[in-house]
């Protein structure tokens, strides 16, 4: 069964922090890639941190780097996106997905909100 469920988003003001979790089925979770995207209103979606569960491989974009750290925990088939130094620009609809490569995501989550107020 392919399902990824989203949480903790919110809304904090600017310089607050969040902390998202992402929670895989064991298909979703083995397909060997998870990543966080957003998408905010009239802008396309951009991807914000991927990670390889297997061995821990990481990648940012660079509007996060510093700021965002994404995590794993195996055997909670977990992930973990901590924001920290949250700007209103970061407000966003955020997405979990799930794999097969660095830039082939299939299986997607319902998204979680996160509003940053100035």
């Known amino acids: 069964q392919a399902h990824l469920a989203e949480s903790g988003g919110g809304s904090v003001q600017a310089g607050g922090s969040l902390r998202l979790s992402c929670v895989g089925s064991t298909y979703t979770y083995s397909r060997g890639y998870m990543g966080w995207f957003r998408q905010a209103p009239g802008k396309e979606r951009e991807g914000v941190a991927r990670?390889?569960?297997?061995?821990?491989?990481?990648w940012y974009a660079d509007s996060v780097k510093g700021r965002f750290t994404i995590s794993r925990d195996n055997a909670k088939r977990t992930v973990y996106l901590q924001m920290n130094s949250l700007k209103p620009e970061d407000t966003a609809m955020y997405y979990c997905?799930?794999?097969?490569?660095?830039?082939?995501?299939?299986?997607w989550g319902q998204g979680t909100q996160v509003t940053v107020s100035s």
């Open positions: 990670i390889r569960p297997a061995d821990g491989i990481i």
């Open positions: 997905a799930a794999g097969t490569n660095w830039n082939r995501f299939e299986n």
